[in-house]
Each structure stands twice: as structure tokens, then as C-alpha cells.
């Protein structure tokens, strides 16, 4: 096949020159794949298996090119380079060959290779019937058992890729399922969020774990899928009657933290109900902080909104929910509408979020805490934050609206408690 054919794999796409690769050098992997499936990405990623030279030549494109350079493998020859819109993997051919490498790949959609070259396509396990029929198919049992984290890429790369898993594969994977526990978590954990992340990803987070691959994390998750498989389409809804809300669906944690506020919702789904066993399940994956307690928040929250009617919550109860969920605050809303809050009642919850001067959902300070300590000659003590909570909440419900108020309030609080 002719390089032309494949534009997306020609070497004037890449960020480095091909005088720069020794040859033998074959381009193989997700890059191939979905260059043959007309799959084009902002963000390239591209393997190369070489023969010799693997990490000296990777070293050497960072180095003409001022891109990171990351040893990846010493013991089996495995280099990254960086660069500002992707990354670029060399690594020494498995088995001595190219077809010895293919053949220790997972699935034979992932054992195509180019020759960047001549433009030939090498593709000895057939893969390319396997991306015509539109099928995830393992290329042996042994392969996955090497690295059971493959499992898991399965149901990812279906999903992905909108393809099916192949029977015999299915049941390969099922019956290996128990060896997940044996891998690292931060690898389990960067598979479950691709699928968290991804819109088709619910369905197969459900058959994966019916099929013993998350059960082992997320022991009692079934008891609300039919809440999981529905958050997508409520985000949708909401998206359509408020699209600045719909905008912060996607928006992640931290900046330091990549995971979406939809993906939070949905993992807020797979944990146990009970916080504290929720908590536990997150801690064992290793989850951020900053995840954990905004899931946790989600867990504590979505039960009271369907307690009562949310226009019977006190405006002391919304600042309460307000101020603990935070920024996922959009996708409480979500998950509610996904057990059936109508559109009508979180709509009350929205119009406060959605509007910035609210001070039940963004209140904002009369006085400070030095501003207490100076008037009323306080010391600095716990005493102050009480104060300075009382003086809040005074506020949402409308019993003070200055400064000069805040400051008889809490001198009335202070004489009281003497």
C-alpha cells in the first residue's frame, strides 16, 4: 500500500524528520490502526519498533528536535520523546524481529505496522479483517495473561472505537478477569478513566464489570447502573435548556487534575453508597484528594436532593449544599435529573449556580476575620470562624445586608456567650 494512501502516516506529519529514524524502523500500534480506520487526532502518538539503536535514535531526535526525552525501559529498550502535541515511543523489537514483536502485541487490530520508508502496510496476525468487521480480538490467551491490564484495554478500545469484542476473546477475558488484582492500581485506574470519560464508555464500564473486572474494586456498582446509564443523556438535556451549565461538564477538577466533572458523576455511581465505604474504594485506587472528595460530596448530596422537594429546602440548607459540593455542583444536577429529580425542581438550584451575584451560591464576605478581631478585640481563635459562619448565614437569609450589621451581630453573639 502507498504511503499517499495513509496521510496521516506520511513523515510530513511528523514532528521530526525520517532521515532522523535508522532503518529498520517500522511505525506500528494505535497510530496504524486508526490511520487505516481514517481516525484523525489533534494529539499524535506514535510507536516505532526498531531493531537496533532504539533509545541512542530516540535520544537523538530529542536532541536535534529540543524535545523531552524519558527512559521508559532500560532492560527492554524503551525511549519517549516529548513534544509539545505528543509523544513519540521507540523501542527495541520483541523476539529479535518485527513479525516476532506483532505477534506478542494484545489484539490484531494493534499488530499492524508501516514502513514509514516504502509506505508498505506488514500486517502478518490479519488485523485489517479485524478493523473491517469492526472487532476487538485478542491475538493469544498467553498475551493477555502477560499483562492482564489488557483486559481492560479491550472494553476501552471498544468503546473508543465502537467495535465489539470478539467471543472466544470475551471469554478469555472473563475467565482471566481475577488477575487484574495483581496490577498496579494507577494502571487500572488510567483505563477506567479513559472509559469514565469517554461517551460511550457506561456500557462498557457495565458489561465490564458483569464480566468480573471492576466488581473487584467496585463491589455493589450494579445497584446503580440503571442511575450510570443514564447520566449521559440527562447531561444532554440539561446541556440544551442551560448551555452555560452544559459548558462546565467538561471542565476538569484542577488543572493538575485531567478528570471531567461528568467522569466524577459517573465514578460517584460506581462506589458503595455508604461515604465511608465509597471513601475506602477511591483510597484503594489511589484517587486524588481533590476526586475523592468530589465524589464523596456527590454520594453525600444526591440522596437529600431526593429526600424532600428542593423547594422546601431552607435557603440555610442550599448555602450548606452549595458551599460542600463546589465546582461539581453542575454535575449534582446531572446525576439528579438521572434519578428522576424533575428538570422543573433542580431548575431552582440552577438559576442560583448560574447566576454569579447569588450569595446563597456564591456568597461573598461582609467582613473578615480581622475585621472581628479588630472591632470587637478578639484574639485569633476557633471562636472567629463561628462568628464569621454565623454572620454568613445571617446573610443568605436576609436578616443583614452590611458590614456596619455584621459587625452588631456578632458584638450581640459575643455578649450572648458571655
Known amino acids: 500500500m502507498s504511503i499517499n494512501l495513509l496521510p ?39 510507536d516505532f519498533v526498531m531493531l537496533t ?39 527495541q523489537a520483541e523476539g529479535g524481529s518485527l513479525e516476532g514483536d506483532l505477534w506478542r502485541r494484545d489484539f490484531r487490530m494493534n499488530a499492524i505496522a508501516c514502513n514509514p520508508f516504502t509506505g508498505e502496510i506488514i ?9 473491517r468487521l469492526g472487532l476487538v480480538r485478542m491475538i493469544s490467551r498467553a498475551n493477555l495473561e ?81 442511575t450510570l446509564t443514564k447520566i449521559d443523556a440527562s447531561a444532554a438535556n440539561l446541556a440544551a435548556i442551560y448551555p452555560e451549565l452544559g459548558k462546565e461538564f467538561g471542565r476538569q477538577i484542577r488543572d493538575t487534575i485531567k478528570t471531567p466533572l461528568l467522569a466524577v458523576a459517573k465514578l460517584a455511581m460506581l462506589v458503595d453508597s455508604d461515604p465511608t465505604i465509597a471513601e475506602t474504594q477511591l483510597l484503594r485506587l489511589k484517587y486524588s484528594n481533590a476526586e475523592i472528595k468530589s465524589a464523596i460530596e456527590l454520594v453525600k448530596y444526591l ?8 423547594s422546601e429546602m431552607s435557603l440555610r440548607e442550599q448555602y450548606f449544599l452549595f458551599r460542600d459540593v463546589g465546582i461539581v455542583f453542575p454535575v449534582l444536577a446531572v446525576l439528579a435529573v438521572a434519578v428522576e429529580v424533575s428538570v ?53 437569609e436576609g436578616r443583614i445586608s452590611s458590614r456596619e450589621e455584621a459587625l452588631v451581630l456578632a458584638k450581640e453573639l459575643v455578649d450572648k456567650s458571655v
Open 303 to 310: 440522596p437529600k436532593l431526593q429526600a424532600q422537594p428542593i
Open 53 to 91: 539503536r532504539a533509545v541512542k535514535t530516540a535520544r537523538k531526535i530529542a536532541d536535534r528536535t529540543n524535545a523531552g526525552f524519558v527512559l521508559l525501559d532500560a532492560e527492554r529498550q524503551i525511549a519517549r520523546v516529548v513534544f509539545a502535541g505528543g509523544t513519540v515511543d521507540l523501542a
Open 146 to 226: 502477560d499483562d492482564p491490564l489488557r483486559l481492560l484495554r479491550a472494553y476501552r478500545q471498544a468503546a473508543q472505537l465502537g467495535f465489539a469484542i470478539e467471543p472466544e476473546t470475551l471469554c478469555a477475558i472473563r475467565e482471566l478477569a481475577p488477575l487484574l488484582s495483581q496490577i498496579a492500581v494507577e494502571r487500572v485506574r488510567s483505563e477506567l478513566g479513559y472509559l469514565l470519560s469517554n461517551p460511550n464508555g457506561v456500557p462498557w464500564i457495565c458489561r465490564g464489570w458483569e464480566d468480573g473486572l471492576f466488581s473487584i474494586w467496585f463491589e455493589s456498582a450494579i445497584d446503580r447502573f440503571d
Open 344 to 396: 422543573d425542581e433542580i431548575s431552582v438550584l440552577i438559576n442560583r449556580y448560574l447566576d454569579a451575584n447569588d450569595i446563597v451560591a456564591h456568597p461573598t464576605q461582609l467582613v473578615s476575620g480581622n475585621d472581628l478581631m479588630e472591632h470587637l478585640n478578639l484574639p485569633r481563635s476557633p471562636r472567629i470562624g463561628q462568628l464569621l459562619m454565623e454572620i454568613q448565614l445571617a446573610r443568605v
Open 8 to 46: 496521516t502516516l506520511s513523515p510530513d506529519s511528523w514532528p521530526f524528520d525520517l532521515e532522523l529514524l535508522m532503518p529498520p524502523a517500522y511505525l506500528v500500534g494505535g497510530a496504524v490502526r486508526d490511520a487505516l480506520l481514517g481516525r484523525r487526532s489533534h494529539y499524535f502518538d506514535l
Open 123 to 131: 500486517d502478518p496476525v490479519d488485523g485489517q479483517t479485524d478493523l
